[in-house]
Protein backbone atom coordinates (compact mmCIF):
# COMPACT_ATOMS: atom_id res chain seq x y z
CA UNK A 1 0.00 0.00 0.00
CA UNK A 2 1.37 3.36 -0.58
CA UNK A 3 0.34 6.97 0.69
CA UNK A 4 0.68 9.90 -1.72
CA UNK A 5 2.88 13.16 -0.71
CA UNK A 6 0.30 15.93 -0.34
CA UNK A 7 0.22 17.99 -3.61
CA UNK A 8 -2.05 20.78 -1.83
CA UNK A 9 -0.55 24.43 -1.50
CA UNK A 10 -1.16 26.16 1.49
CA UNK A 11 -3.26 28.66 -0.36
CA UNK A 12 -5.41 26.11 -1.83
CA UNK A 13 -6.37 24.15 1.75
CA UNK A 14 -6.96 28.07 3.06
CA UNK A 15 -9.15 28.75 0.19
CA UNK A 16 -11.21 25.36 0.60
CA UNK A 17 -11.37 26.02 4.24
CA UNK A 18 -12.73 29.35 3.57
CA UNK A 19 -15.41 27.77 1.33
CA UNK A 20 -16.45 26.02 3.71
CA UNK A 21 -16.74 27.95 6.53
CA UNK A 22 -19.07 30.27 4.17
CA UNK A 23 -21.14 27.55 3.11
CA UNK A 24 -21.57 26.80 6.70
CA UNK A 25 -22.61 29.90 7.98
CA UNK A 26 -25.10 30.39 4.61
CA UNK A 27 -26.41 27.23 5.29
CA UNK A 28 -27.20 27.90 9.16
CA UNK A 29 -28.99 30.86 8.50
CA UNK A 30 -31.00 29.93 5.86
CA UNK A 31 -32.30 27.09 8.41
CA UNK A 32 -32.89 29.66 10.68
CA UNK A 33 -35.21 31.63 8.26
CA UNK A 34 -36.87 28.24 7.08
CA UNK A 35 -37.43 27.70 11.11
CA UNK A 36 -38.77 31.32 11.85
CA UNK A 37 -40.97 30.88 8.91
CA UNK A 38 -42.44 27.16 10.20
CA UNK A 39 -43.24 28.78 13.50
CA UNK A 40 -44.34 32.04 12.10
CA UNK A 41 -46.65 29.90 10.09
CA UNK A 42 -48.02 27.99 12.83
CA UNK A 43 -48.98 31.05 15.39
CA UNK A 44 -50.77 32.22 11.72
CA UNK A 45 -52.91 28.82 11.63
CA UNK A 46 -53.41 29.12 15.24
CA UNK A 47 -54.67 32.94 14.67
CA UNK A 48 -56.46 32.22 12.21
CA UNK A 49 -58.52 29.49 13.76
CA UNK A 50 -59.26 32.05 16.36
CA UNK A 51 -60.87 34.15 13.84
CA UNK A 52 -62.87 30.94 12.28
CA UNK A 53 -64.19 30.25 15.61
CA UNK A 54 -65.13 33.88 16.02
CA UNK A 55 -66.43 34.03 13.12
CA UNK A 56 -68.72 31.16 12.98
CA UNK A 57 -70.08 32.46 16.58
CA UNK A 58 -71.68 35.20 15.11
CA UNK A 59 -73.41 33.02 12.65
CA UNK A 60 -70.85 33.78 9.95
CA UNK A 61 -69.14 31.88 7.22
CA UNK A 62 -65.14 31.97 7.71
CA UNK A 63 -62.59 31.34 4.55
CA UNK A 64 -61.08 28.67 4.68
CA UNK A 65 -57.64 28.52 7.31
CA UNK A 66 -55.41 28.66 5.12
CA UNK A 67 -56.49 31.61 3.42
CA UNK A 68 -56.70 33.44 6.69
CA UNK A 69 -53.38 32.56 7.54
CA UNK A 70 -51.93 34.10 4.12
CA UNK A 71 -53.74 36.81 3.66
CA UNK A 72 -53.36 38.13 8.01
CA UNK A 73 -50.73 35.86 8.47
CA UNK A 74 -49.38 36.39 12.04
CA UNK A 75 -49.69 40.06 12.69
CA UNK A 76 -52.99 40.76 10.81
CA UNK A 77 -51.67 41.95 8.00
CA UNK A 78 -52.96 45.11 6.25
CA UNK A 79 -55.96 45.30 8.65
CA UNK A 80 -53.62 46.03 11.40
CA UNK A 81 -50.66 48.20 9.74
CA UNK A 82 -52.54 51.35 10.82
CA UNK A 83 -56.23 50.70 11.38
CA UNK A 84 -57.17 54.01 13.10
CA UNK A 85 -54.91 56.34 10.80
CA UNK A 86 -56.55 58.85 8.68
CA UNK A 87 -55.49 57.22 5.22
CA UNK A 88 -56.65 53.74 6.57
CA UNK A 89 -60.46 55.23 7.47
CA UNK A 90 -60.09 56.95 3.88
CA UNK A 91 -59.83 54.06 2.15
CA UNK A 92 -62.64 52.81 4.10
CA UNK A 93 -64.72 55.53 3.33
CA UNK A 94 -64.32 54.96 -0.20
CA UNK A 95 -65.54 51.30 0.04
CA UNK A 96 -68.82 52.37 1.55
CA UNK A 97 -70.13 54.17 -1.45
CA UNK A 98 -73.11 53.43 -4.34
CA UNK A 99 -70.68 51.39 -6.66
CA UNK A 100 -70.56 54.46 -9.57
CA UNK A 101 -68.23 56.12 -10.70
CA UNK A 102 -66.47 59.37 -11.18
CA UNK A 103 -69.08 62.07 -10.31
CA UNK A 104 -71.83 59.58 -9.39
CA UNK A 105 -69.77 57.83 -6.74
CA UNK A 106 -72.13 58.67 -3.08
CA UNK A 107 -71.60 57.62 0.69
CA UNK A 108 -74.28 55.25 1.54
CA UNK A 109 -75.72 54.42 5.00
CA UNK A 110 -74.31 51.23 5.35
CA UNK A 111 -75.46 47.79 7.86
CA UNK A 112 -73.91 47.99 11.30
CA UNK A 113 -72.82 43.79 10.80
CA UNK A 114 -70.77 45.12 7.67
CA UNK A 115 -67.83 46.26 10.29
CA UNK A 116 -68.20 43.26 12.46
CA UNK A 117 -65.41 41.33 10.57
CA UNK A 118 -62.67 43.73 10.91
CA UNK A 119 -63.51 44.55 14.31
CA UNK A 120 -63.37 40.69 14.94
CA UNK A 121 -60.00 40.81 13.23
CA UNK A 122 -58.23 43.53 15.27
CA UNK A 123 -59.49 41.95 18.58
CA UNK A 124 -57.32 38.85 17.63
CA UNK A 125 -54.39 40.19 15.74
CA UNK A 126 -54.04 43.61 17.53
CA UNK A 127 -56.20 43.81 20.25
CA UNK A 128 -54.25 47.78 21.36
CA UNK A 129 -55.99 49.08 18.49
CA UNK A 130 -59.14 47.95 18.99
CA UNK A 131 -60.63 50.65 21.61
CA UNK A 132 -59.99 53.39 19.04
CA UNK A 133 -61.34 51.35 16.22
CA UNK A 134 -64.10 50.76 18.19
CA UNK A 135 -64.98 54.08 19.27
CA UNK A 136 -64.43 55.16 15.60
CA UNK A 137 -67.31 52.33 14.30
CA UNK A 138 -69.88 53.14 16.77
CA UNK A 139 -69.33 57.13 15.89
CA UNK A 140 -70.43 56.10 12.57
CA UNK A 141 -74.33 56.02 11.15
CA UNK A 142 -74.79 53.26 9.92
CA UNK A 143 -78.09 51.05 9.51
CA UNK A 144 -78.83 48.45 12.30
CA UNK A 145 -80.68 45.73 11.01
CA UNK A 146 -82.27 42.87 13.31
CA UNK A 147 -81.87 45.27 16.22
CA UNK A 148 -78.18 45.02 16.63
Known amino acids: MSTHLES ?3 RGRSVLYIVSMVLLVVFTVIGVLMFKSARDTQQALEKAD ?4 SINEAGGTAPSR ?7 GEDGGAVCAN ?6 RAILFSQLAN ?10 IT ?10 IIQIYCPEELDEFQKFVDELQTYRSGGA
Not at 50 to 53: E, F, N, R, Y
Not at 99 to 108: D, K, L
Not at 115 to 120: C, H, K, S, V
Open 111 to 120: DSRLFQGELR
Open 99 to 108: GASGPGSRPV
Open 8 to 10: STK
Open 66 to 72: EQIARVL
Open 83 to 88: PNEALS
Open 50 to 53: QLIA
